[in-house]
């Protein structure tokens, strides 16, 4: 697009370049692929130039950047010198290099080899006119312009993972009050850029507000200038679910920090255009951790005044656990074996991942560099939540529309501390609460007491905890998939086992088992009920339970409403498993184990070397409801069995109190009555009349003389089936 007319008086530097690089870049776009001579210099004779810009050589088109157009960089201060240094071998340190003391126009004066910069009335960088000067008049392409190996990185972010991405609009944040002492624990460790950890990861129960915490500390950074680069991963985007973009993502972030580290990322994509179909490992060393090496080199060049935070979260977004773990690693080998100015905050789901390589009992690779904060053990969010939840409702109340909602008295402390207790601490429940009671088109006050209210009845047409039902439902499916994709545990089923863990632990049924002994009656291995939970550590946790013995150890939910969830079909469909069900899988299978420890293959008693202990008996009373919930099969199959009682009669001895038998006796009579009433079974029962008599002998002795009254001993039988003189039904 050159022209011989007469440039305009005003700006006649910035007309000329607009005219003569407009046609090298439109050249230069449609010959990309083909070889330049190195070192070749232009010669631009122009008689409309003005005297002392006459004889200018221009640099070779090689070595000639344009700045990428519409993308906002923090200037490092970065000299022509140090910047010609980092483009390779030329004899022209820029394009003014032989020029010498001219005026451009207002206030711009020249003068090169003196001083190596340009300078304005306002300390204008070269770079910064350059990039004004050279920006291209029109394209359809923005990025036609920009050097190869950039466009080609701007081809593989991820510009959603972005902490201030449109596609992230309106992110959760902590509000001013909330989190407070953690946020100043995570601004401290920034900041303290010699601590010798320098890696963070802070893990957290699903809804625990990591990645809230994670946007405000971005945005800290990113207002103190020391936001070197931040990842958020999605797993409902297909562009920030997975490793394929983010080490470009993390080097176009530090390259907008200093055009010399951008140009050596260019550098490294061009002499090596596959790279990113490399491993993470590979393109994490070429991109980022030998680029910045490079521009470390320069002289002068101050390291303490480089953008240092690198934060990454929602790790357990990224799909697939070998590739979380993959990422971890590469965070080890490439950042914290080279000495590298960065402080990098991981936030992630406690799961396997992230778990093994921290955990300090298996000697995970990760634990003695990491400095650890657990957010949901560590930090009690009670209070945060309880003033989150009185901020954003009467904000809600002030705006509506209901009167009653608007005055001061709404809402009231006790729905307040009705909605603290149901969160668990954690932040995502208050959050679902907020969002429902915000819809415009309806009263708040009724919509909040629709929340308090909410009970899981099939014909309620209410969902507030749908946005919460739907974490819920994705996790636990995931796990439940992962779970039994494994060869060892097929034909288990995940949705069961994990119910009646949690009935188990709620103490639902008779006393509670501790999970070691309770895998045991479910024929699992004593500590299969951590490997139930791998996948569920952001929603579930087995503790030790301080007041019993060592081994005692127990479910523990983070949100309450997981455990809702579980036991409302309406809330769970399809993965919804009845608790009657639960209970006939429980007697089933500790029938099965009684029978393999009891009855030796030749089918003589085994009379010795059994591990066998009350627990079995007490379990088969109290998950048969007392024998009401077993089915007529299950009664007949053990009556007609010739050793069915006699093994029983084995085990009763044993028991040391009770109370740990009398929901055993109770299932004993209660069969005993269905096997004559409603099995119209008579031969059955009278077989069974014998054992039931002695039985009701040996635990009504256990009973301390003077308290029978506290114990529902069940009736006595009389050898013809009527009931003594004074026993109760």
């Known amino acids: 697009m050159a022209s011989n007319s007469k440039p305009k008086k005003k700006g006649p530097l910035r007309s000329w370049f607009r005219r003569v690089f407009s046609s090298l870049s439109s050249a230069r776009c449609a010959r990309d692929n083909e070889p330049t001579a190195q070192g070749l210099q232009t010669h631009v ?32 201060g970065a000299t022509v010198e140090d910047v010609a240094s980092s483009t390779g071998p030329s004899t022209s340190t820029s394009m003014f290099s032989r020029a010498r003391n001219f005026n451009v126009g207002g206030n711009i004066q020249i003068d090169i080899d003196s001083s190596q910069h340009v300078h304005n009335g306002q300390d204008k960088s070269i770079d910064g006119m350059v990039s004004d000067v050279l920006r291209p008049v029109s394209s359809a392409d923005p990025l036609s312009c920009v050097a190869k190996g950039w466009k080609k990185l701007l081809k593989n972010i991820a510009s959603n993972a972005f902490y201030d991405s449109g596609a992230r609009f309106d992110p959760p944040k902590c509000d001013e009050d909330t989190r407070v002492e953690v946020i100043s624990e995570i601004m401290d460790w920034i900041g303290n850029r010699e601590g010798p950890k320098r890696l963070l990861c802070m893990t957290g129960a699903a809804g625990a507000g990591k990645s809230a915490l994670q946007q405000t500390i971005a945005e800290r950074c990113a207002n103190s200038e020391i936001l070197g680069c931040a990842i958020f991963f999605s797993s409902q985007d297909p562009t920030r679910n997975n490793l394929s973009r983010i080490v470009p993502t993390i080097a176009f972030q530090l390259g907008q920090h200093d ?48 953008p240092h935070a690198v934060l990454i979260d929602g790790l357990d ?21 080279n000495d590298l100015p960065f402080r990098i905050f991981i936030a992630s789901r406690p799961e396997w991942a992230i778990r093994s390589a ?71 429940y208050a959050a679902t609460v907020v969002k429902y009671v915000s819809e415009r088109r309806s009263s708040p006050l009724d919509r909040l007491q629709m929340v308090v209210d909410w009970t899981p009845d099939k014909g309620q047409l209410a969902r507030p905890f749908e946005a919460l039902d739907v974490l819920y439902a994705g996790i636990l499916s995931a796990a439940k998939e992962l779970y039994e994709a494994v060869d060892t545990n097929r034909g288990r089923n995940f949705l069961l086992l994990l119910r009646a863990h949690q009935i188990n632990s709620d103490l639902r049924v008779g006393t509670q088992q501790g999970s070691q002994s309770f895998n045991e009656n479910l024929n699992l ?117 010739a050793d069915g009682w006699r093994f029983f009669d084995q085990m009763v001895p044993v028991f040391p109190l009770p109370e740990n038998s009398l929901e055993f006796l109770t299932m004993i009579y209660v069969i005993l009555q269905r096997l004559k009433n409603e099995l119209k079974e008579p031969g059955l029962a009278d077989a069974l009349k014998p054992y039931y008599a002695k039985w009701r002998k040996l635990i009504k002795a256990l009973i301390p003389e003077g308290e029978e009254e506290g114990y529902a001993l069940p009736p006595e039988e009389s050898e013809d089936g009527e009931r003594e003189e004074g026993e109760e039904a």
């Open 317 to 337: 977004e990224c799909s697939g656990e070998e590739k979380q773990a993959e990422l971890l690693s590469t965070i080890k080998h490439c950042f914290l074996d």
């Open 358 to 428: 921290l955990n300090p009992e298996t000697q995970g690779y990760l634990h003695p560099l990491v400095y650890h904060i657990q957010l949901s053990d560590k930090y009690d969010a009670t209070d945060d939540i309880r003033r989150y939840l009185w901020r954003r409702l009467q904000d809600i109340g002030s705006r509506s529309h209901d009167p009653r909602a608007r005055s001061r008295l709404w809402p009231t402390v006790e729905d307040i501390e009705k909605l603290v207790i149901a969160a668990s601490g954690q932040f995502v």
């Open 525 to 641: 291995e004593r500590n299969d009920h951590e490997v139930l939970v791998s996948d569920l550590h952001s929603l579930v946790v087995f503790h030790l339970q301080p007041d019993f013995s060592e081994t005692f150890i127990t479910m523990h939910f983070y949100h309450r409403s997981f455990s809702e969830f579980l036991d409302s079909e309406a809330r769970s469909k399809n993965l919804f498993v009845p608790q009657i069900q639960v209970q006939a899988y429980v007697w089933e299978t500790v029938m099965q184990r009684i029978n393999r420890a009891f009855i030796e293959p030749s089918g003589t008693w085994a009379t010795s070397g059994t591990t066998l202990d009350e627990s079995a008996l007490e379990v088969l009373g109290f998950y048969s409801n007392k024998g009401e919930i077993l089915s007529c099969q299950q009664i007949l199959a053990l009556a007609n069995n």
């Open 45 to 76: 004779p122009n008689p409309s130039l003005p005297d002392n810009l006459r004889g200018l050589t221009l640099p070779p088109e090689e070595e000639f950047h344009v700045p990428v157009v519409g993308l906002q960089r923090r200037y490092t």
């Open 259 to 306: 055009p010399r580290l951008q140009d050596y990322i260019r550098k490294a994509i061009e002499k090596d255009p596959p790279i990113f179909t490399r491993t993470i490992r590979t393109q994490m060393d070429r991109l980022v951790i030998q680029p910045f090496k490079q521009l470390r080199a320069n002289r002068g060049f101050d390291p303490s005044g480089f």
